[in-house]
């Protein structure tokens, strides 16, 4: 079984590097998909062989972009940490973390810099008008994108939940 349990750690491991993820926080996510009950920051470092705090960073991140829960228990300190299992929802949750992160702030913040380009005067005001223009261009496409393939996993997600 424990050989079953690596090779498992390994497959997770290697898909989450495949996100962009970097080796830490790649062994973390793995360590917490292929455990029963959720860890503490002790059991994750013991687990990854990294420091408690750079364990404590890179679950502070991995919270941040709602791709690990958080817990207590009454009455303990400790703080416990969760991976949500389902595939389709981990995946719509980092889809919808970086729309908040990336897109949602950038098409707030884009037309005022368009604007601020439009009257200038400067010399590269022209060039940079058109980079950012074609930034913000980019960001509505992703903004799209981000909201068909959130819809597009929830009816996938129906189809085979009724099978």
């Known amino acids: ?17 495949s996100y ?10 793995a360590a917490l998909y292929s455990a029963p009950e959720p860890l503490t920051l002790d059991d994750l470092s013991k687990n990854s062989g990294y420091s408690f705090s750079a364990v404590s960073a890179a679950m502070k991140l991995l919270t941040g972009v709602k791709l690990v829960e958080k817990s207590k228990r009454s009455g303990s300190k400790k703080l416990y940490f969760s991976i949500q299992r389902d595939m389709l929802t ?15 702030p950038a098409l707030q913040t884009l037309p005022s810099m368009i604007e601020r380009c439009r009257d200038s005067e400067a010399e590269d005001s022209e060039e940079m008008l058109n980079i950012i223009e074609n930034y913000y261009q980019q960001m509505v496409a992703l903004e799209l994108i981000f909201k068909k393939l959130i819809e597009y996993t929830e009816i996938i997600r129906a189809e085979v939940n009724k099978r």
């Open 1 to 17: 079984m424990e050989t079953a349990k690596k090779e498992f750690q390994n497959l997770v491991y290697q898909s989450m590097k």
């Open 20 to 29: 962009g993820l970097d080796e830490l926080s790649s062994k973390l996510l």
């Open 90 to 104: 981990l995946s719509i949750n980092a889809i919808r973390s970086k729309n908040e992160c990336m897109v949602v």
